[in-house]
């Protein structure tokens, strides 16, 4: 079957840099897609990878491995106004978007 | 330039009940979607269109219809509601569907069947 493991809820602190995994396993693949979503708010995109390696884009990065079924989001110079909820979602053959459940980040000052 | 708007923003809906959830675009967008989520749960596809005139059945479509009749509009249907479509329902559209597009999401529905 086709499956997102992603954590729960992770904590963090202010300035600190913070790593949030996500493993999959689907029916062909198409690519790894991150979204934010602050509670009560709809999904905004973040990144988007497709070959294997690192994406930075300001304080986030993503990376992805095809061969592991792995990725993650690394978030810099943390903010309070990073405390959200993390999405990631794999890309089937068909197009199709695989959810994880989210990761919500806390972060502390 | 509004992106995508949602109608309504919560309702309150008695179990039996007929409701449509609006959802329209104005990027000229080809591909819509529609999504429920729960806690606990990731985002699950209920339906989607490709192409106006066009629908396709996603992981969870029982108990809900669409249409597309034009580019910009894609109304979820519930036909006779029931307590499990309590959710919270998202509307989103990408540039071409079949190719790996960005999603935009609408500022969802929260709908609670009693």
């Known amino acids: 079957g086709q499956n997102i493991d992603q954590p729960t809820e992770m904590t963090a602190t202010e300035g600190a840099i913070v790593q949030i995994n996500c493993t999959y396993q689907?029916?062909?693949?198409?690519?790894l897609f991150w979204y934010q979503q602050h509670a009560g708010e709809a999904p905004t995109f973040l990144s988007y990878?497709?070959l294997d390696g690192l994406e930075e884009k300001g304080r986030f990065s993503s990376f992805l491995s095809r061969s592991k079924g792995y990725s993650y989001l690394l978030l810099k110079e943390l903010q309070m106004k990073d405390s959200a909820s993390y999405l990631c979602?794999?890309?089937?053959?068909?197009?199709?978007?695989?959810w994880g459940a989210g990761t919500k980040l806390i972060i502390k000052p | 330039i509004a992106g995508i708007t949602q109608a309504p923003t919560s309702q309150i809906l008695a179990a039996g009940r007929r409701m449509t959830l609006r959802c329209t675009q104005d990027?000229?967008?080809?591909?819509m979607y529609w999504y429920r989520q729960d806690l606990g749960l990731g985002l699950r596809l209920i339906h989607y269109?490709?192409?106006?005139?066009?629908?396709g059945k996603g992981e969870v479509p029982d108990g809900y219809s669409v249409s597309r009749a034009n580019t910009d509009d894609f109304p979820l249907t519930l036909a006779s509601a029931v307590p499990s479509q309590t959710s919270v329902y998202f509307c989103?559209?990408?540039?071409?569907?079949?190719?790996?597009?960005?999603?935009?999401f609408g500022p969802g529905t929260r709908l609670t069947v009693l």
């Open positions: 990878n497709v």
């Open positions: 979602a794999a890309m089937d053959s068909n197009y199709q978007l695989i």
């Open positions: 269109s490709n192409t106006a005139g066009t629908t």
């Open positions: 989103a559209s990408s540039d071409k569907g079949q190719g790996a597009d960005t999603q935009y």
């Open positions: 990027m000229r967008h080809n591909a």
């Open positions: 689907t029916s062909g693949f198409n690519g």
